[in-house]
């Protein structure tokens, strides 16, 4: 059964950092292109970072660049996002998906395959 799975969610303070991975079962994650998408209480679901097969080009929403870094490693079959410098409007639920479709410039991204997603709070 194909499945992804988030973790490395939990509660931190405004300023710290966080490293959330997307580990897979039953296909072989390489082969796909991955985002991180967010949804906060109460607001859509909204894209936060893509990395792309092959050469691993990556994208971020602007809310999260320069503090967010999403990597692979292939060996592992695992997709990680660093979070830092954190700020309590990046609180939500993360998920990783693979993408069937992606207008990168504009982070319209669709997911087919997600995970169930990890909470993630950041609050003094």
């Known amino acids: 059964q194909e499945q992804l799975v988030e973790s490395g969610g939990g509660l931190v303070q405004p300023g710290g950092s966080l490293r959330l991975s997307c580990a897979a079962s039953?296909?072989?994650?390489?082969?796909?292109?991955i985002g991180w998408f967010r949804q906060a209480p109460g607001k859509e679901r909204e894209a936060v970072s893509a990395?792309?097969?092959?050469?691993?080009?990556?994208y971020y929403a602007d809310s999260v660049k320069g503090r967010f870094t999403i990597s692979r490693d292939n060996v592992k079959d695992t997709v990680y996002l660093q979070m830092n410098t954190l700020k309590p409007e990046d609180t939500g639920v993360y998920y990783c998906?693979?993408?069937?479709?992606?207008?990168?410039?504009?982070?319209?991204?669709?997911?087919?395959?997600w995970g169930k997603g990890t909470q993630v709070t950041v609050s003094s």
């Open positions: 990395i792309i097969r092959d050469i691993g080009t990556t």
């Open positions: 998906a693979t993408l069937f479709y992606g207008e990168y410039s504009n982070m319209d991204l669709r997911g087919d395959h």
């Open positions: 039953g296909f072989t994650l390489p082969y796909y292109a």
